[in-house]
């Protein structure tokens, strides 16, 4: 159920994010819509590509001279909680952001209800409004022991359906809008999707929201990504998600994966990603220098580069020293035994033990056969047996028990 959880609110919460995070402009190459103009939104272009590169302290400076210029307007203090959220989530064993995350929002939303009182149109009220509440609830992804499954859900419902309400009254003063197209392309594809995907809440996802439409949402973010002017990283961010996790295009999600990548070269998300894509490619050298890269960062303890990441690196980095033609077994094993480290480091709860403990002692295994350490490799194979089975790792522990893995 918290997965279901995790899920939904990957399109519930941007729905009203994707709203708002950009100043808009329309389609009318005459006219132009601005949350903010002059110096302040100069500001904001400048500190939006420092916090996707992870410049944080950076684009922290850039956001709190926003503050100082126009301290009644909430775009400063929204964009100031959105560094903080993406703090948060490149350090999830790191709580100490939630706080401060929670008081910028707190902030944006009373500047902009401040001008909602004044003129309930007002454009930068209704956006940032919108996109406050939306994120109001998007940590809960992140802190999902905070809350059982069902008031996560019920929490994170409730927020994205308010923010719906401001995205719907913006597309009515900005229609045809790339950014708009954004939040609505998210809302289309995640509302078919989630429902899809799980049927227990396709009933509560019915009830609060209308039909979505999974192909006019991709249609509608493939737009936003080649035209938006400030949703473009966001909507190809997006896609690459669903291209991999979902569709199942992983050379769609290849190919942005490596764009985001290169555009924002110290981001661990886009890293991530390239890292995941190129393994699923089957693109051994890519992988290995894209993890080698993370891993040393992670040994600089660089910011948002943590244990997570070297265990990800240790392990991927491993799988390519199998990989390689001749494979290097000591030196796979070498990695293998310390992402497994990382891992019971980070998951000392055996109820809690991921994907990646299972896959890791299954490949050391693997590993020590290739190397003809069978003693050692029957032992890794065992205790696979007694860890979750994913990825039908159980099934290939069994295999290999009866018989040695060979390259």
């Given at each position: ?79 100031r909680a959105s560094v903080m959220f993406w703090r948060a989530i490149t ?317």
């Amino acid at each position: 159920m918290i997965a279901i959880a995790k899920n939904v609110w990957s399109f519930l919460s941007l729905t009203s994010l994707g709203a708002a995070m950009f100043v808009a402009a329309s389609s009318d190459a005459n006219a132009q819509w601005v949350l903010q103009a002059g110096e302040m939104d100069q500001q904001i272009h400048r500190g939006m590509p420092l916090m996707y590169n992870m410049d944080f302290a950076g684009a922290e400076r850039v956001f709190d001279s926003v503050i100082a210029e126009a301290p009644d307007h909430p775009a400063g203090y929204f964009y100031r909680a959105s560094v903080m959220f993406w703090r948060a989530i490149t350090n999830p064993d790191n709580t100490t952001y939630d706080q401060e995350y929670r008081k910028w929002l707190d902030t944006a939303i009373a500047k902009a209800d401040a001008m909602l009182d004044k003129n309930p149109k007002d454009i930068p009220g209704l956006f940032y409004k919108g996109a406050a509440i939306g994120m109001r609830a998007r940590i809960y992804e992140y802190r999902v022991s905070a809350l059982d499954a069902f008031d996560i859900v019920q929490l994170i419902l409730g927020d994205a359906k308010k923010g719906v309400d401001y995205l719907n009254q913006l597309e009515d003063i900005i229609p045809d809008n790339s950014d708009v197209l954004f939040g609505r392309g998210v809302y289309n594809y995640y509302v078919e999707s989630e429902k899809e995907q799980n049927p227990t809440l396709s009933s509560a996802i019915a009830a609060m929201f209308p039909v979505g439409n999974k192909l006019a949402g991709l249609q509608m973010l493939e737009m936003a990504a080649k035209n938006a002017v400030y949703a473009r990283i966001e909507a190809k961010f997006e896609l690459m998600h669903i291209y991999y996790a979902i569709e199942k295009r992983y050379q769609v999600a290849y190919a942005l994966a490596q764009e985001l990548a290169n555009a924002y070269p110290n981001n661990v998300q886009f890293i991530h990603y390239l890292g995941f894509c190129a393994v699923t490619e089957n693109n051994v050298p890519q992988y290995d220098s894209v993890y080698r890269v993370m891993l040393e960062r992670a040994r600089q303890r660089r910011d948002s580069y943590t244990i997570r990441q070297a265990r990800e690196a240790m392990y991927f980095i491993g799988l390519a020293q199998m990989k390689k033609a001749g494979g290097n077994m000591d030196t796979a094993v070498y990695y293998f035994y310390n992402s497994d480290l990382l891992s019971r480091t980070i998951e000392k709860d055996p109820s809690k033990f991921d994907w990646w403990l299972t896959s890791t002692e299954l490949s050391l295994g693997e590993a020590y056969d290739v190397r003809g350490n069978r003693r050692e490799a029957i032992q890794m194979y065992r205790r696979v047996l007694e860890l979750p089975d994913h990825n039908s790792a159980h099934s290939e522990a069994n295999k290999y028990l009866l018989a040695p893995y060979k390259r």
